[in-house]
Every structure is written in C-alpha cells, then in structure tokens.
C-alpha cells in the first residue's frame, strides 16, 4: 500500500513511448470468489532500440504465482507495483500466472464479484488488478479470452468479440471469445453471471446482419425493452449522420447493480450500471427514459471515437470523451428534442462546469498533471469538451465537420491518437485555421466577456464593444485571448428582429483579442444585440441590459437559450440587486418583472410547449451560489424561498390552470412531448401545493398532492408527488413514504428514489435524515448507486442541509467520506468535491470545511484520490 507520502502527480509533458508492445494476449480466467486464477499469455516486441531496457509491467493488489519466459522460468521482480523482467530477447512470449480475489473487490475497479456476478470494470488503470502488464493506452493487442465458470456454474460467461469455443472443462463450463481487433487494455471486458437475455438483430446498412444481445437481472426483461431499442435507434443513427457502419457481428450490453459510474465502452461488450438500462412505467422517470438512450447511445458512440480510434495517453481522455458527449448529444437532439437536450447541456456548464472551473481543482479540457486518474473524469473534460467540439462543429458546418471526423477516424484507424491529431485533423481537412483555438484545450478557466454597446446619432453607427479576461480558481500563468464565435442578432425595441450588413447571414462575429469593437450599419437608437444565441461559446457574459431589455428578449427572442437565459437573468438580477436587504431585515419588494415573465411563458402561445417547464425553473440554490463569488448562503436561500413563494402566489390560478390543462389521457407511454407535458404539470403541481401552504391552506395543498400520488399511473408523477409532500413537508409525508416503502424496499433502484427524495429535502433537519436513512436495512455503503442517491444528494442537492450552520452537515459528509475511503476511494473523491469550494462560504463555514478537510487528509492511509483533490484545496 503507497503511502501519502510517495504520491506524485504524472505529468503531460513526461510522456514516453512504450520500450515494449504487446501484440496478441491470450487470457485463462478460472473463476472463484476468494480465488480466481489469471493465467496471461503475451506476445511481446522491442520497439526502443535499447537492448538493455527492462520489460515493466503493471500490476496492483496482485498475487503472482508464475512468470515463464518463452515456456521457461525466469528471472523477475517485484519493484513497487511493477513487476520488472531483465534480459529479455526483442520478440518473446510471457505467461503470468496471477491470483485475485474479486469476491472482496470493493473499489469496483480490476475484476470484481457482486450480487453474484462477476464483472470487469479496466477503464482507466483496473486491468493491472487482473494481471501485469503494459497497462497503458498506447498498448494495443489482440485478445483471446478463456473464461472457466465457478464451481457452482454461471448462467454465462462473456468477453469482447466472437465466441470461438465452449464446453465444458473439468466439470466446469468455459468459453472462449476472440477480438478481432486489436486494443487497450482499458477496454477489455468479462462478464459472468446468470441474466435475462433480450435478444434482437440489426441489419446495418451495407446489409449485414449484427445480433443483438442485453443482458439484464433476471426477471428484468421487460425493463430492458427500451435500452435494446435504443441501441438500433444508436445504429442507425451513426450510419445516417456519421456515415459509421458497426463493425462487429454481435454487440452486447450487460446491465450491472454495482458500478462506480454511468458506463463503459468495452469494445463489443458495453457495461452498464442498471440505472441506465432498466425502464419501465411504474419503475422509472420520464427522465430515466430520456437517460437511458442517450447513455446507450454515448457507449455504442465510442465504438468509433475511443475504441478504433483511442488514445495516446490518459491526459487525451477527452479526445474521445468530448467527441462522444458531443455524438450522444446530437443523436439526443436528433431523436428526442434539439432544444430541451442544448438547455439541459447547457445547464451543465453553468450549474457544475462553472463551479469546477472557479475551485481548486480546475483544470484545461487537455490537463497538464494528474496524481489519480479517476479524479479526471469531470465535467471538464466531458461537457466542456463537448462544448469545445460544438465550436469547432460551428466554425467548420455541419457538412465540413462530418467531414473532418470521417478523415480523422479513417486516418487514425486502429491507432492511439492525441488531441493535437485531432486537431490537425480538423485543419486539414477544412482548411481552417485552429491555432488560437487549441488555447481552449490548454487553458483552464472561464471566459468573462463584457459587452457595452452605443448608438451614434450623428453617424449612425451602432458600436459593440467587447473585452475578456480568463477566471479560474487555480493561478493561471500568462492567459491570452481566446477565440469565441458569438452567434448573435439585432432586435428593435419592439423586439423585431433587425439586419445589418456587417453581421452576415452565420450570425457568427468573432471574438479573439482582449478587447474588440465592432461597427454596424441599418441600426437605431433603440437597437439591442442578442448575444451567444444557442451558447454558442462556454463563457459567461456580462451586459449591461435592464430588465426590461431581458423582458423584450424573453418574450421575442425565439432562441430557446436566450428565453431562458433572459428569465434566469431577471431572477439573478433581483437576488443580486436585493440580497443586502435580508441581512439587514429590510422588506423586499414584490419581484414583478420575475412572476410577469413566467406568466408570460406559462400563458403566451408563442412559446414552445416542450419548453416551458424547463423555461420556467427557478435556478437551484446551487446554481445561484455560482453567481457569487462569495456568498451570504442564509439571506441567499431566504431570498430565493420569497421569489419562489411571490411567484406561487400571484400565479397560482395560471399554475391551477396548466395543472388541469395538461393532464394526459390513456395509458402512458415514453415520448417526448408527453415527458414535458409531465414536467410542466408536475412543476405546476409543486408550486400550486406551495400557494396554498403559504396562503394557509395545508389541507388544500395536502388533499392536492395525495390525490396525484394516487391517481398517478406512472412513476413520473408518482415521483412528483411524493417530492411534494417530502419537500414541502405536508402532511401527507409519512403516509406516502410509508406507501412507498412497503411497494418498493424489494427493488434496489427504484427504492434510492426514497432516500434521493429524502437526502434532497431542503431542510436543515434533512441531516439527521439522511443519519438515521444510512441505517435503513436498504442502505448499502459498498453499493455506489445507494451511497449517491443518500450522500449525494445530501452533498450536491441540498445546500440548505450540507452548510447547515452547527457544521453537522459537514461531519456527516466527512463520517462518510472517510469510511468510503477504505472501501472504494473513487466514490469518496466524488463526494467530497462541494467542500473543496469551501472559499466562496463565510467564515464561519469556511472555518468549518477546512477542518474536516485537514482532518481527513492528516490520516495515514488516506488514498491517493482524496489525497490529490484535498491537497489541491488547502494546500500541502
Ligand atoms: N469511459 C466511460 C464513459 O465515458 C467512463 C467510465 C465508466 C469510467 N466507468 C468508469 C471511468 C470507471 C473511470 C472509472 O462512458
Ligand atoms: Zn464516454
């Protein structure tokens, strides 16, 4: 076990090509919980021309029993977590033998056994806990698997490829599989287990017949109908806006309960955590659905962008994370909805990116040192980089950027490229110049862009002015201008739309120096520029508009993210404007321009249906925090309970009115113009069962909620209700959690919506809560899909609870994060990431966070995860 002391971060710059590569791998599990033997046969090469540089393996947690050299005994060591073989020739074949023990596997990384399955999980360094070897990226074999079942046999035993043999072996079953492409050690895969198998085939468009197979826990096959469905629309969709064929003959999806995230993209065999494969009606969300095919469609995406084409090193993850956020995000766009997939996109950068950006452990979409890669799967990398893409996807074209991709796959074909080469790519291949655009891969931080603009009687010219500095919480040496399209347009004061021969028909200005002005002609006086239409650069925008000006632009503006944006920002300007008021106890006024803009959206039939209820969410208490770069967090959930509690109030009879008006008839069924349908209802609902608590009328309010819990049928609704009542404590609470948790305890994903509702509930007694749920027989600390919907949402959902101002909040998160640490440290440095901003709180709370922060770190056996993300926050 490495001790604090040794851990070092790896840097971008260090990076060596391998001495060695291995070219073929057979592999010969024989399973058994406590003893599993890992026999590995592999073709090695020299590829330095030093003969004398040694063969080194990863390895980790490992038990070796046997090292042969072309079939022979011989001399090796074990220097650390390598394992180290002098004196080899340029071409031989080595067999490890190696034992592991993946029934005690809690860290879910390396070959692991839970619930009775056995499953794999490489990405990034997991597979040096199966055997040593050249655990890195740029090491690409080809595979042979052999699986021998356990003792008590196994419904079946899977790995990457084509089946090549079965049988039986010693009393045992086996089988074999064979990958016939060669690839990183990341994305091999095993899975062995007893599942329900759906079974369905795709005919590509070539002509080719792929099977199809999900395999799911048993007795889940109806709730796996959706995921297979979404994997043909994933097929096709490739094939028709990316011109990418499936190049396997099968392709296989196992559905897991224990999984330290969303996902993986093993080549041929993706594994999914249940959450995202299991659906049905009465078991899952609207959103659960909506999920589902965009996370199968992410994995089935990275079959060309990270797995034929993979990386040079773990410092491009977001090579191929970017990319494939950027396909799933079109293909949801594609099949679902454009506009509520970009706002809900967008809600990531400015809710979570924003706030990653500001903290300590900032960092460029390209990162220039990690200590454990793990911490670097963050919404940098993906969403940031994904937005990144859109950029480029913006300034080639659609047509252009398929293009490019195409040449850039084709190029790198079966090879580990970086980030750099993808670049190129897009330069050759369009002819573009993206010099100063890379600075958007090496540079961490936030764009500021302040805008002011003027209208020139005399000449009449209209000036935009445009100035931009880099924020980040991290020191930033040397920051330069960064090259922002700004998709924008001109309206009147009348909210038309005005044109100016300056501004061509892309609507695209670009931005990259420090600062810029730009003159226009055919405007007025009363001229108003619509800036980032669409966001179309992740950056926040300062402009001097009134509200009125963000009223017009609600209200005419087509763009969905400007409609919202100009909402949010109304309700911006009113905490901001008014938050000093609640300190000192003095009245605020009624927010007027914030309940006339959402009755407007509610009411106005120029608005997008399927819009509404996203336009009219309040920003969360999260994502207000992120506006402040230090924060009075009690006057500011005061003052967001008021505007949330006027807006319920005066617009009650039109939330009564959307309620009725939006009920759906028959029996439900998943799309998404009914998803929103719901969403809008349900928010009516909660608002309306706010009015009438507010105006004294539990009873009301009360009757309201039961009855929709009641009435539901679907768990959408049912879901909406039982917030309602937990959220807004009616008395209806207990009997609905009581409802819920006799019909539910027995299914393990749906019953983390009781502790999701109820670790979220904001209320400051939610921490005694959340204490006393960890006790609940359904509480599982080892299973990271329980520890996320109780810790989590305690951590990332609830301010009110975590900053409570006794510090209990923050005792229980580092109780937990603690207790984690031993157990699987990739979740406990998950949950510790809202302390780590501790800077942007009082000083009482500051004074509190970074106590438990010098209290975990001052621990000997902290792991390397924590250790890397606390140390970046208080320094070490
Ligand atoms: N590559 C996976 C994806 O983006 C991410 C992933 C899944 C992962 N499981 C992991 C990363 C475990 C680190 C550890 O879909
Ligand atoms: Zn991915």
Not at 209 to 214: K, R
Not at 451 to 476: H, I, K, R, Y
Not at 617 to 635: C, M, Y
Not at 862 to 874: D, N, R, T
Request: hydrophobic share 40%; glycine share 4%; with cysteine.
């Amino acid at each position: 076990m490495a001790s604090k002391k040794n851990y070092k971060a790896k840097k971008r710059l260090e990076y060596k090509a391998p001495d060695f590569t291995a070219t073929n791998i057979e592999l010969e599990f024989n399973l058994s919980d406590e003893y599993t033997q890992v026999k590995s046969v592999t073709r090695y090469q020299r590829l330095t021309s030093d003969r004398k540089a040694a063969l080194r393996l990863d390895g980790q947690d490992l038990e070796l029993v046997e090292v042969l050299l072309n079939g022979h005994p011989c001399d090796s060591m074990v220097e650390g977590d390598c394992l180290v073989i002098e004196n080899v020739p340029d071409d031989f074949e080595l067999t490890v033998e190696t034992v592991i023990a993946p029934a005690s596997n809690t860290s879910l990384m390396g070959l692991y056994k839970t619930d009775g399955v056995f499953c794999t999980q490489c990405e990034p360094e997991g597979f040096r806990r199966i055997t040593y070897f050249l655990d890195r990226p740029d090491v690409l074999a080809k595979y042979k698997v052999t699986i021998v079942g356990p003792e008590y046999g196994c419904g079946v035993l899977l790995s990457n490829g084509n089946l090549v043999a079965s049988g039986t072996k010693n009393g045992r079953n086996f089988c074999t599989w064979e990958d016939p492409f060669p690839k990183p050690s990341y994305l091999f895969a095993l899975v062995a287990g007893s599942f329900d198998i759906i079974k369905d085939t795709y005919k590509t468009k070539s002509g080719r017949n792929v099977s199809l197979e999900l395999y799911v826990d048993r007795g889940a096959y109806e709730r796996g109908l959706w995921a297979m469905e979404s994997i043909k629309q994933s097929m096709k969709w490739d094939e028709s806006r990316f011109n990418l064929e499936y190049d396997l003959d099968n392709f296989k999806v196992v559905a897991v309960d224990f999984f330290n995230q969303g996902a993986m993209e093993n080549k041929g065999l993706n594994i999914f955590n249940s959450i995202y494969v299991l659906v049905d009606p009465h078991t899952a969300t609207d959103t659960n659905y909506f999920n589902v095919q965009s996370v199968i469609g992410h994995e089935y995406f990275h079959n060309y962008t990270g797995d034929r084409v993979t990386l040079r090193d773990w410092f491009q993850l977001s090579l191929k994370e970017s990319l494939t956020v950027f396909r799933d995000q079109e293909f949801s766009s594609d099949v679902a909805s454009r506009a509520l997939t970009r706002l809900q996109s967008i809600d990531v950068i400015r809710g979570t990116q924003f706030a990653e950006d500001a903290g300590p452990m900032a960092h460029p979409v390209r990162p220039e040192k990690v200590m454990e890669m793990n911490n670097f799967y963050t919404v940098t990398i993906y969403d940031k980089g994904a937005e990144v893409i859109r950029m480029i996807h913006t300034i080639l074209g659609e047509e252009a950027f398929i293009k490019a991709v195409n040449d850039y796959l084709t190029r790198y074909d079966g090879q580990a490229a970086t980030i750099e080469d993808f670049i190129v790519s897009m330069e050759v291949s369009s002819k573009k110049d993206l010099a100063q655009f890379r600075l958007w891969y090496t540079q961490a931080g936030t764009p500021h862009v302040r805008a002011s603009w003027e209208f020139d009687e005399q000449s009449s010219l209209f000036t935009l002015n445009l100035s931009q500095t880099l924020e980040c919480g991290v020191p930033l040496k040397n920051a330069s201008a960064m090259y922002i399209p700004i998709r924008m347009c001109f309206i009147d004061g009348k909210g038309n739309i005005q044109n100016s021969p300056e501004l061509d028909e892309s609507g695209i200005l670009i931005f990259n120096q420090d600062e810029q002005s730009y003159t226009f002609t055919n405007l007025s006086a009363d001229t108003l520029p619509v800036l980032f239409m669409d966001f179309s650069a992740p950056v926040k925008c300062f402009a001097p508009y009134t509200d009125d000006d963000y009223s017009l632009m609600l209200k005419n503006v087509a763009d969905p993210f400007i409609k919202k944006d100009s909402a949010t920002s109304l309700i911006n300007n009113y905490v901001h404007g008014h938050i000093d008021k609640i300190a000192s106890g003095g009245t605020l006024p009624d927010p007027v321009a914030i309940i006339d803009a959402i009755g407007f959206l509610l009411t106005d039939k120029s608005v997008d249906p399927l819009l509404v209820c996203e336009l009219i969410k309040i920003p969360s208490v999260n994502e207000l925090i992120e506006t402040f770069k230090v924060v009075d967090l009690d006057s500011l959930i005061a003052i967001r309970d008021f505007i949330e509690k006027q807006v319920a109030l005066s617009l009650a009879d039109t939330f009564k009115t959307v309620y009725e008006n939006n009920r759906l008839r028959g029996s439900y069924k998943y799309n998404i113009k009914d998803a929103s349908k719901r969403a809008l209802r349900n928010s009516a609902l909660y608002m309306l069962a706010l009015a009438r608590k507010e105006s004294e009328k539990v009873a009301e309010a009360d009757a309201l909620v039961l009855s929709h819990y009641e009435k539901a049928n679907n768990f959408t609704d049912k879901l909406a209700a039982m917030t309602c009542a937990v959220h807004l404590e009616l008395p209806c609470k207990g009997l609905i959690l009581e409802n819920f948790e006799s019909e539910w305890q027995h299914d393990a994903l749906v019953f983390d919506n009781f502790f999701r509702v109820q670790g979220s509930a904001p209320s400051e007694e939610t921490v005694y809560t959340v204490r006393k749920l960890m006790r609940h027989k359904r509480f599982d600390k080892i299973n990271p899909n329980r520890v996320r919907a109780l810790i989590g949402s305690l951590a990332f959902n609830n301010p009110k609870a975590l900053h409570k101002i006794d510090g209990t909040g923050y005792l229980l998160l580092s109780d937990v994060v603690q207790e984690l640490d031993g157990i699987n440290q990739h979740i406990a440095a998950r949950l510790i990431t809202p302390l780590l901003s501790f800077k942007r709180f009082d000083a009482k709370r500051q004074e509190m966070m970074r106590e438990v922060l010098h209290k975990l770190i001052s621990k000997d056996n902290i792991s390397s995860s924590l250790y890397e993300k606390i140390s970046a926050a208080i320094g070490s």
